[in-house]
């Protein structure tokens, strides 16, 4: 079936019957920017909140006081919690990429930081569909769309101005190196990550045990050669500083925007400012490492026994997101940086078998994890039962994404 228009134009019946779709599909992303504007709004309400805490580090180093002292955007008042001091636990070398901000007034500076992002995330979903060879078509395009701006991670990353799509660029480039056989390229951009988030040395055990010896060695030296640069940049004094910033750091993992394992347990077992426990029972708390563990191994398991042809995708995936659930600080603002792999994982599984019942339910529960607003999190609070589910939702759509990997990866073993 075929229909002109005025104009002449000729549209097949099924281009027709996807304008709804592409309607409603627009208006989605309309709400999801919304949300984003509103949260980024919030985000300069707190003192810039996370990036706030980078902004004011280098302007003390400008000023030549202190780098990790409390500033305006280290209290931000959580509920409870109104005197808990967030400080900046970042590395002196992170600040490189901050300073340029430093000369500009706070709002301004986080404006830019913002569009500099924006720019990054751009950048890496253009690599990432261009790697896959992605057919853009407007469908595709309204869905992605609406996917960057209603994922969590996004969400996270508007109210806290964190450095989460300046990483993802520096993941994908990884990743697409890596997937291309370049390990050593893969093992420089790994070093740049993992010397500002520990959490991704979780890749040299993988790069250990699949005998890619140089990547990890490399990765290694370069995480190492970003210290010395910060520490000719800043000066001992404020490593000094910063190793005192981290011992005397409040553990604030209980917070809703945590997905780790351990996050989970304090909201769930602990007494914290953010939510009433399930079951008041902080003695349980300790076990969550037995729960990490078991992750680890699983993980690991998974992925030097992969010999299919996406076993260097469902490794990169299946690594990010099980060293969120593992890492004390596993924020659902780091989630973007699995995006290339997974995105390679999804669309290798659509051209396979259908997926059996478990599967099916593990991506269900990590979709409406992921796409869960976030002022969402307090709903129905304070009850005991929305703490289990809505304000843990981060940490239940995570530990879905890991099952799904892990089940897929041994699907296809």
């Known amino acids: 079936m075929t229909w002109v228009g005025p104009h002449g134009a000729s549209f097949a019946g099924g281009r027709f019957r996807a304008v709804p779709l592409i309607v409603a599909l627009g208006l989605l992303c309309g709400v999801a920017f919304l949300l984003d504007v509103l949260l980024l709004r919030k985000m300069l309400e707190l003192h810039m909140n996370d990036f706030g805490k980078f902004y004011y580090s280098a302007r003390a180093f400008l000023d030549g006081g202190d780098m990790y002292a409390p500033s305006p955007a280290t209290n931000i008042g959580t509920r409870g919690a109104v005197d808990l001091q967030y400080l900046n636990l970042n590395p002196p070398h992170f600040h490189l990429i901050v300073l340029p901000f430093a000369f500009v007034p706070p709002d301004l500076a986080a404006m830019l930081w913002t569009v500099v992002s924006l720019m990054a995330l751009t950048i890496s979903i253009v690599l990432i569909g261009r790697e896959l060879s992605v057919a853009w078509t407007p469908l595709t395009v309204l869905g992605v769309v609406f996917c960057t701006l209603a994922f969590s991670g996004t969400q996270a990353f508007f109210l806290t101005g964190q450095s989460t799509m300046l990483l993802m660029l520096a993941m994908t480039a990884c990743w697409i190196a890596a997937r291309r056989g370049h390990w050593t390229s893969a093992g420089v951009w790994l070093g740049v990550c993992l010397s500002v988030k520990p959490f991704l040395m979780v890749f040299i055990p993988y790069l250990i045990a699949t005998r890619r010896f140089r990547a990890a060695v490399v990765s290694l030296a370069t995480a190492a050669g970003a210290f010395a640069i910060g520490l000719l940049a800043f000066g001992a004094g404020n490593f000094v500083s910063w190793y005192r910033a981290l011992a005397q750091s409040a553990d604030w993992t209980w917070a809703e925007m945590n997905a780790s394992i351990l996050g989970f347990f304090r909201r769930v077992f602990d007494v914290q400012p953010m939510a009433p426990p399930v079951i008041a029972r902080p003695d349980l708390v300790k076990y969550w490492i037995v729960a990490a563990g078991l992750v680890g191994a699983v993980t690991f398991l998974v992925c030097v026994s992969d010999r299919s042809v996406r076993a260097v ?30 995105a390679a994982v999804v669309l290798a599984r659509e051209r396979r078998r259908a997926p059996n019942s478990w599967s099916a339910l593990a991506a269900a529960i990590a979709i409406v994890g992921f796409l869960w607003p976030h002022p969402l999190l307090g709903v129905l609070q304070p009850n005991r039962w929305a703490t289990l589910l809505f304000t843990s939702m981060y940490f239940w759509g995570t530990l879905a994404a890991w099952t799904w990997l892990v089940i897929d990866g041994r699907q296809s073993a």
């Open 313 to 342: 995708d469902r490794a990169f995936a299946v690594l990010i997101v099980a060293a969120l659930l593992m890492s004390p600080l596993g924020w659902i603002y780091y989630m973007p940086l699995a995006a290339g792999p997974i």
